[in-house]
């Protein structure tokens, strides 16, 4: 099973907006609506922020959203923070209780 | 507060074994399923496991890259869980996270992490 492809990094200033690309294959991203992001600080866990391509826990606010088309799921990031710096990474289900997880992304608060 | 601790991780030798634990707290681990995913330094993201709860059997399933090797195991009734690491290889280095949903989110999905521990495969 392969890691799906995301940019190595991205960046913005604040108040932009970002989008970061998450690619696999038939197999995970677009044979499956089971897409999350997650984000992580240095040297902390990662933390859920997107699942089921579109919805975000309780507590994420909503300049957070992701969506899905064919094989690529993005995570769009609005009104950027300077505590959004991070390092994102994107998480398919890949059918028979596997999971693939993305490379990583990370984000730069200019 | 639901909450998960990793413990166990080591500095060893490469072909020996190592076992980790994941214990939780704040919620019965025994209705859970989960899964142990592994951060090698400056990489990122490795789903390496998960176990079913007991309802389904306690069965599991691996990532390739561990199959054969690594054994996820739970012992309900004292909220913990084991990654028995087996033939251990320096590219198994990493930061070893266990993780599991909330009810919220569904089974699917990585939603309680522990604060991971540091296995070290080195001679």
């Known amino acids: 099973q392969s890691a799906l492809t995301q940019p190595r990094s991205v960046s913005g200033s604040p108040g932009q907006s970002v989008t970061i690309s998450c690619t696999g294959t038939?197999?995970?991203?677009?044979?499956?609506?089971?897409v999350s992001w997650y984000q992580q600080h240095p040297g902390k866990a990662p933390k859920l922020m997107i699942y089921d391509v579109i919805k975000r826990p309780s507590g994420v606010p909503d300049r957070f959203s992701g969506s899905k088309s064919g094989n690529t799921a993005s995570l769009t990031i609005s009104g950027l923070q300077a505590d959004d710096e991070a390092d994102y990474y994107c998480?398919?289900?890949?059918?028979?209780?596997?999971?693939?997880f993305g490379g990583g992304t990370k984000l730069t608060v200019l | 507060e639901v909450q998960l601790v990793e413990s166990g991780g080591d500095l060893v030798q490469p072909g020996r074994s190592l076992r980790l634990s994941c214990t939780a707290s704040?919620?019965?681990?025994?209705?859970?399923?989960m899964s142990w995913v592994r951060q090698a330094p400056g990489r990122g993201l490795e789903w390496v496991g998960f176990v079913r709860s007991k309802a389904f059997g306690a069965t599991t399933e691996y990532a390739a890259s561990v199959k054969g090797r690594f054994t996820i195991s739970r012992h309900d009734s004292e909220s913990i869980a084991y990654l028995q690491m087996n033939s251990l290889k320096m590219e198994d280095t990493a930061i070893y996270y266990c993780?599991?949903?909330?009810?919220?989110?569904?089974?699917?999905?990585?939603?309680?992490w522990g604060r991971g521990t540091q296995v070290t495969v080195s001679s």
């Open positions: 704040g919620f019965d681990l025994g209705y859970q399923a």
């Open positions: 998480c398919s289900y890949a059918g028979s209780f596997t999971w693939v």
């Open positions: 993780t599991t949903y909330r009810v919220e989110t569904g089974w699917i999905y990585f939603d309680v």
């Open positions: 038939s197999r995970d991203v677009g044979g499956y609506n089971y």
